[in-house]
């Protein structure tokens, strides 16, 4: 079986390579590249990410690949955001002023509010993520995950979706709840790092790819 062509966009944001390993591990070759011919010929593509918003948005203007993205997303492939990833593909963000997005899910993106029980910011670390109310996992990929889940994370701002239909996963930090999985279509968005998330991350992994 001809294996799929998963490209890890690199726009000089982040360490790439654990997250290569991550999808070595269950079975897929994938390619870290910044090239826009490369993006466009994939079968699925990843968009990883650490630090702010407006730095990851500038990575990617500055190496031509921001139009190529929300070009991909309109072939109606299979996109995983990932952290400053997941949101990129929101339309505005709040760090370090406002600046534009991806706009391939319409929402902003804005800092944790003040939080309870002195929690801090940014949340590093294990948390739970659980579905909303009445939502289902089925067909997703998160398919055939536990209804609750922990996974890691390490960010200050959150993902505030316009369309409540778009939450898949929810989080709660210091009394606040939020989005931490969001998906539209084939466009997945995950607030936290899978390939930081020991099994249950990789399972992720494995259905993103199994859904191409």
Known sequence: MKQPKITIIDYGVGNLSSLKRAFAFCGVDAFISEDAGE??????????????FEAGMRGLRVRGLADKVKEFALKNK???GICLG?????????????????????????????????????????????????????????????????AY??????????????????TNYGGKEFC???????VYGLQFHPEKSGKVGLEIIRNFKNSI
């Open 39 to 52: 993006i466009l010929s994939s079968d699925a593509v990843v968009l990883p990410g650490v630090g702010s």
């Open 78 to 80: 299979p996109i995983l």
């Open 86 to 150: 997941a949101q990129l593909l929101f339309t505005k963000g709040y760090e370090f002023g406002e600046s534009d997005g991806l706009d391939i899910i319409p929402g902003k993106v804005v800092r944790f509010p003040l939080l309870q029980d002195n929690e801090k910011i940014p949340q590093v670390g294990w948390n739970g993520v659980f579905a909303p109310n009445g939502r289902s996992w089925e067909n997703s990929i998160l398919g055939n995950l536990p209804e609750n889940f922990s």
């Open 153 to 170: 994370f390490t960010h200050s701002y959150i993902l505030e979706p316009d369309v409540k239909e778009n939450v898949l996963g929810l």
């Open 180 to 186: 931490s999985v969001v998906k539209a279509g084939n």
